[in-house]
């Protein structure tokens, strides 16, 4: 899914209603009755608790008021208030103009911030104050609005399209912002959700279609695109072919592991071999060859003259994929041997872990690596290796201008990791979850892709599939668990249902 600009989500909506011959009122009422439906799924819905709606004089204020008028027609005890911060827009007028008679549907205006009223501790708070038309910090009375909202810690707050306050596009410095336990975002998230800074502020957000203009749509160009389900379907074809056989799905190398590290090693190569390469061999120290042999009987082992880490400067010709780094340490000759690698191999390299925090100390080696290879930095690498950043924006810039300017896959980790490319596009993934966040977890995303690198579908589609996988895998695996027990193996047994579910092969 393409992740468009301010301007371009207006623009795409103009068009779509030209393109579908409606008026911005139907648009609108569309928007208001998907709005109310995803409401209404909600589990935890009460119809009988009231709902309060603090509607705003643009668009955004028009989907709040037509959303009191579907739960007022239901029944819904609706408590809605006006706060014009300017002449409210036409489709806004029409909105409330048709409200229908309810006894349970009440209407204010807040004109100042005593106006605020006391609200039930267990009412719903639907914030449509500000949309994605938002240009400039909230001032004045309406920030006090803001300010109070975000002091009912007891009401459920669902913002509509964007927290009131947010930029889709930017960080507004010292902005007031709602902040939401859900948003529901019309049409397509908006850039500004990618940000962890703001994280928080969004709360869970999830997607309402309304059937945009596909048309119109395909012309916007973005290098920005959101990594969903339907996106990675197209992106592969994993199916084999009757006559196929171990060699046509390549060879991969993993040098991972040391003393007390050789866990990376093992979680590493299960995951690759789980991602479908055809021949696997795993370099590590010689503390840790009985240790390959007997935990991944499938991965032929190669060791290293060193009993501790990898030292040895290896023949790396032969390989269609090279993953190095996870649990490497930084033991005495380490770095030399990986400069070895970096220096007789063409093909992408998969860096992380400790081969990223060795890069960070020697920055020149970054134009020396293969063009295309891949960095898996999480946070703290990514600081390590390029610096730290104002604001997540600035962070996303500098990836996007590393990629390009190196050649590089810059796969930045976390909730909806960021992959930037040597394009310059970014994605943002929508698999995961936190129980992810637990040791060994990036070990496994090193083997996905260096197993899916491995087999020639290009280091692109590698990339983007290997991280969705990894996510999904992760998804399947916390079902009917917590995510506080989930360990990274779990990830790995799941690679078979995830590959299944997104491929059907
Ligand atoms: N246009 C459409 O056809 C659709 C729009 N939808 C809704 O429309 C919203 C966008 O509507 P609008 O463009 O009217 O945007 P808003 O509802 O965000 O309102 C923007 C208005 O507020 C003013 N404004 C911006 N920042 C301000 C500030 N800090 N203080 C005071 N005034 C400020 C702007 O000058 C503008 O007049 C979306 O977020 C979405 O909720 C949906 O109904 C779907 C269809
Ligand atoms: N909150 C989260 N939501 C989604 N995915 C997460 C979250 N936290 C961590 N992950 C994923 O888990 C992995 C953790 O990798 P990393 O920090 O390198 O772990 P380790 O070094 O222990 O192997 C990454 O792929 C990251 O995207
Ligand atoms: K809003």
Redesign the pocket.
């Known amino acids: 899914m393409k992740i468009l600009n301010q301007e371009q989500m207006h623009w795409v909506d103009q068009q779509t209603m030209i393109d579908q011959r409606i008026s911005s009122t139907e648009l609108m009422e569309r928007a208001v009755h998907e709005l109310y439906k995803c409401i209404r799924s909600f589990t935890w819905f009460d119809p009988l608790s009231p709902v309060f709606v603090f509607a705003g004089s643009g668009n955004n204020g028009g989907d709040g008021i037509g959303l009191a008028r579907l739960l007022a027609e239901e029944g819904v005890e609706v408590h809605l208030f006006y706060c014009d911060y300017s002449e409210p827009s036409a489709d806004n007028l029409h909105m409330r103009e048709h409200l229908p008679h309810r006894k349970y549907l009440t209407e204010k205006s807040i004109t100042n911030p005593a106006d605020f009223p006391t609200l039930d501790r267990k009412g719903l708070i639907i914030d449509a104050l500000f949309g994605s038309g938002l240009n400039r910090p909230i001032e004045g009375v309406w920030r006090s609005v803001v300010e109070s909202i975000n002091t009912q810690h007891t009401n459920r707050v669902i913002s509509i399209d964007i927290p009131s306050g947010m930029h889709p596009d930017k960080i507004l410095e010292n902005a007031v912002c709602i902040h939401a336990d859900i948003t529901l975002t019309i049409g397509q998230p908006k850039y500004s959700f990618f940000f962890p800074e703001l994280g928080d502020i969004i709360g869970d957000w999830v997607v309402i279609d309304i059937k945009l203009s596909e048309a119109a749509l395909e012309k916007c160009d973005t290098h920005m695109y959101y990594l969903d389900a339907p996106f990675i379907k197209g992106y592969g074809d994993l199916s084999r072919k009757r006559f196929s056989h171990k060699g046509t799905f390549g060879h991969a190398l993993l040098i991972n592991g040391s003393y007390g590290k050789m866990g ?1 090693a093992i ?1 590493a190569a299960r995951s690759c071999l789980r991602s479908g390469v055809g021949l696997l061999t795993c370099h590590v120290p010689r503390i840790g060859y009985p240790i390959m042999q007997i935990s991944v009987p499938e991965s032929m082992v190669s060791v290293d003259q060193h009993e501790f880490y990898f030292h040895t400067k290896i023949d790396v010709s032969g390989y269609d994929a090279i993953g190095i780094g ?1 649990g490497i340490d930084h033991g005495n000759g380490v770095c030399e041997a990986l400069l070895h690698v970096i220096q007789n191999t063409t093909v992408p390299l998969v860096l ?2 400790d081969a990223l925090n060795i890069l960070a100390e020697h920055a020149d080696w970054l134009g020396k690596l293969p063009r295309n290879s891949i960095l ?3 946070p ?2 990514f600081k390590r290796l390029f610096g730290s950043w104002i604001n997540d924006a600035e962070k996303l810039d500098r990836q996007r201008n590393l990629s390009r300017q190196y050649g590089l896959f810059i ?1 930045l ?5 960021s992959i930037s490319c040597p394009d310059g596009q970014i994605y943002f ?1 929508s ?16 083997g996905i892709i260096t197993g899916l690198c491995a087999q020639n579908m290009g280091t692109k589609s590698a990339v983007l599939m290997g ?1 969705y996988i ?2 999904l895998a ?1 998804d399947l695996a916390v079902k009917g668990q917590s995510q506080l027990s989930m360990v ?1 193996s779990d990830i790995t047994n799941h690679l078979g249902a995830a590959f299944y579910e997104t491929f059907q092969t």
């Open positions: 990376a979680l996870s992380d872990a898996t930095p999480h703290g690498e796969v980790k976390g909730a909806n990791t993934n698999t995961g979850n936190p129980g992810m966040a637990t040791a060994g977890s990036g070990d496994t995303l090193t991280v990894h996510g992760g990274s």
